[in-house]
């Protein structure tokens, strides 16, 4: 077995609403070793979307733990998760989450902007990463230029840009039709397979999770199943 990458430990989530308290995520322990595809799948309001954020250093938990390649991710500061997040991390969103004014190039360049790499060298992965999601040929476009799954293959190029060692996308065909949807998860299982990238999916789709080596099914903030398919 292969070291976890990923360890949340009782992990508790609290949102207040002015005297309403909310408790997204209620004791969620989950282990995802390097190299695995795992789905997420349940209602909604489950805390899906809470949990891959945790995991993602977009939030922290109320209570518990979170170690990402060993290290205690839970009571870092914005900063410190931002750089982490930078690095380790690509996120795929349902709304894919493009940045309208600037065109496919340009949005796939801009998680690499930190790096110590020229200019030139960054259009130049930015290019290749988006011939290898097939938009070579759209590369100035704008996103509202752009099909749906145009638009989710730039996302998934992004994404790509900083060698990231997980891929968390939450309901990455949750708006494209079941064709294009397909191609997107062919590509993921393929990004999975050949270079071993950790890939945690939501999804609501049974048909998609199958990709997945394994189902984690949340209900009122906690693993109730987990489904072994490979
Ligand atoms: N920022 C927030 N403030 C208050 N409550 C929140 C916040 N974010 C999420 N919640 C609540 O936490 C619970 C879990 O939300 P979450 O977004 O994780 O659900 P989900 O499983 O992703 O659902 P969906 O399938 O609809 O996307 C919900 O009841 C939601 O209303
Ligand atoms: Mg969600």
Redesign the pocket.
Known sequence: MQDAIIKLEDVWKV?H?GRVE?Q?LRGLSLVIRKGEFVAIM?P???????SVNMVGCLDVPSRGRILLDGKDISHLSESALAQIRGKKIGFIFQQFNLIGTLTALENVMLPMAFQDTSLSERKQRAMELLALVGLGDRMHHKPSELSGGQQQRVAIARALANEPEVILADEPTGNLDSQTGKMVMDFLRKLHKEQGTTIIM?T?DAYVARHADRIEHLRDGRIVKTDHQR
């Open positions: 949102y609403m909310v997204a349940g909604s309001g489950s805390g899906k979307s809470t939501v609501h």
